[in-house]
């Protein structure tokens, strides 16, 4: 199953040298499509990631969330969407809809300094954005993961991405956001996560990241987990 999983990642990261460049907006500089990345490398991440941390069940029930009727969740993430996009426009963020659950790309080279798990004073207001959507939506469950490229040692890049993902976490948390609401991982250089190759800067630099997944619960999955 894993040599299918390297198979996916490969593939998908074959299709970046046939994508377009565009203007990073922090940094003026080229880089690779994200739009490409989001229907190939973003898609086999997504897939690998599958559900959340630790199932739903018993987080919906420590999280005490009361669920959007059934037929409103998908017009509630539309919205949802739409206002992150347009807050952390111009920030070098993306925001997309992967299957079930909104994804929130942050970039490493404007979200953290080199080698380092502190939060630019910069992108905080970024994060209060984020942050205050977490608390107007608040039927979700909230997942941040850590990646890295594969530059350093294994051991170090791990725990580098479980340090970046807490301090988001935390910064959340600290604005506001129920901590029963969110869980962490890092995934350090796990190869089944890289979204661009590691043979370029460009494609180093868009394997350093954190991701918010954010997956509105339903009143149907309050009930499920309840019964």
């Known amino acids: 199953m894993k040599t299918r ?15 377009a460049c565009v203007t990073d907006p922090n940094t003026g500089d080229k880089k690779v499509s994200r739009t490409v990345l989001g229907g190939a490398g973003g898609a086999a991440a997504g897939y690998l990631l599958g559900g959340i941390i630790g199932g ?8 005490g969330i009361g669920g959007v009727a059934g037929g409103v969740v998908g017009y509630k993430m539309d919205q949802q969407i739409k206002e992150l996009k347009e807050q952390t426009a111009g920030t070098g963020v993306d925001v ?14 404007v979200t953290f300094p080199v080698d380092s798990a502190t939060i630019t004073p910069t992108f905080k207001t970024t994060l209060d ?17 850590g990646f890295t490229d594969n530059t350093g040692s294994e051991s170090y890049n791990l725990q ?16 506001g956001v129920p901590s029963a609401r969110i869980a962490t991982k890092g995934f350090g250089e796990d190869p089944n996560y890289f979204v661009a190759s590691n043979d370029t800067e460009e494609g180093r630099a868009m394997n350093r990241r954190v ?11 309050v009930s499920a987990a309840q019964n």
């Open 129 to 145: 954005s984020i942050a205050q959507s977490l608390i107007q939506y608040p039927d979700s469950l909230i997942d941040v993961y």
């Open 96 to 109: 997309t809809q992967d299957g079930d659950y909104i994804k929130v790309n942050l970039p490493n080279g």
């Open 5 to 19: 999983f390297i198979g996916i990642a490969l593939a998908a990261t074959s299709l970046v040298s046939l994508s």
């Open 160 to 175: 580098l991405s479980e340090r970046r993902a807490k301090a988001v976490a935390d910064y959340l948390i600290y604005k």
């Open 211 to 221: 991701e918010i997944k954010i997956l509105p619960i339903s009143q149907e999955d």
């Open 56 to 63: 739903k069940t018993a987080r919906i029930v420590g999280a």
